[in-house]
């Protein structure tokens, strides 16, 4: 099986050059998560978690990652047309402005964390945030010693 997982910046640019139907299964990056115990099993996962757009493939070779993974196991034909088209997309993507890769993912969550220092100790307020919602969740603890 091979996979593809994008962020939302980079859907129709994806799409556009077809590399989506090189790749049966085609999703969100935001599916990755929720498909791997919420982690993103590959090097993207900070750049995704810093919303940083990117993509990131994936395949269920029997020998990656093993002493029988040489050279004469690339599926040479499709790595060719694989490349032609990302080669293509990332074209497509330097023809345009800076600002089309700005929008951020709405999937992703950030914590705004505040502390104040009371009488009674220590006051810590944690907001989670949504990018296009304001605040998703607040908690907030009092009392805490230092």
Aim: glycine letters at 8%; aromatic letters at 8%.
């Amino acid at each position: 099986m091979r996979a593809v997982a994008y962020t939302p910046t980079l859907e129709a640019p994806l799409r556009s050059t077809a590399i989506d139907e090189l790749y049966p299964v085609c999703v969100g990056m935001e599916m990755v998560p929720a498909l791997f115990g919420g982690v993103v099993p590959t090097d993207i996962q900070g750049a995704y978690r810093w919303g940083i757009p990117g993509t990131s493939t994936a395949c269920d070779s029997p020998w990656y990652h093993t002493r029988a993974d040489t050279p004469d196991k690339v599926d040479l034909p499709f790595l060719a047309r694989a490349a032609l088209r990302w080669r293509r997309m990332i074209a497509n993507l330097d023809s345009e402005g800076d600002e089309a890769l700005l929008a951020p993912d709405p999937h992703l969550w950030t914590l705004e964390i505040g502390t104040k220092h009371l009488s009674a100790g220590l006051l810590l307020e944690v907001r989670a945030r949504r990018a296009g919602v304001a605040c998703v969740a607040t908690a907030s603890w009092s009392g805490l010693r230092q």
